[in-house]
């Protein structure tokens, strides 16, 4: 019998979730791959698109699917699907993708509203991305594993650190001040 597995795909809005989704095939790794956003879009409007998600998590977990969850972590509803997970006897791995400055989040999201994709207001960001330490200390230590991903541009990433037996070993090839910083953040939450 194969592992269940909840991955979490977590970063501030323009971090590139999406795109490293894609790039990392996830498709082939999970049954379905839930994206509030692209939900939002589907069922006109951020509430149907939240409901549609809670859902199809519910579902993956009732039914033992293995899974994969975009998001910024800025809820604490990712906390209670990872206790579910757990409690099913999933094993929960998280990423986590970042930028060094909100403005390079908000010029991202704004390029992408260009083209277009989902608008996140700047305001939404700003609050993401000055919690962003804080949501991530909070849900790490619930995962089995995790990886923390310097995001530079389409199909650039780096792993900075791992998350392994309760522990966040760090590589010291940070090239992103933000991995520096929420490696000294971390130990003392």
């Not at 083209?115 to 962003?132: A, C, E, L, M």
């Amino acid at each position: 019998m194969m592992k269940k597995t909840y991955y979490i795909v977590g970063g501030v809005n323009g971090v590139g979730k999406s795109t490293y989704i894609k790039w990392f095939g996830f498709e082939k790794k999970v049954d379905i791959i839930i994206d509030p956003d692209r939900a939002a879009i589907e069922e006109g409007s951020q509430i149907a698109g939240c409901r549609k998600a809670l859902s199809e998590i519910e579902r993956c977990i009732e039914q033992g699917l293995s899974f994969c969850q975009e998001t910024t972590l800025s809820s604490r509803q990712v906390i209670n699907t990872i206790m579910k997970a757990k409690a099913k006897g999933y094993t929960v791995a998280l990423t986590y993708l970042g930028l060094d400055t909100v403005e390079e989040c908000i010029a991202r999201v704004a390029k992408r509203a260009a083209s277009g994709g989902h608008y996140i207001p700047d305001d939404v960001i700003r609050r993401r991305f000055s919690n962003r330490f804080e949501c991530l200390a909070r849900v790490l230590p619930l995962c089995d594993s995790g990886f923390i991903i310097e995001s530079f541009e389409i199909h650039r990433y780096n792993i900075a650190s791992i998350f392994f037996g309760g522990k966040l070993f760090d590589f010291n090839l940070n090239e992103q001040k933000w991995v520096s910083e929420f490696i000294t953040y971390y130990p003392s939450h």
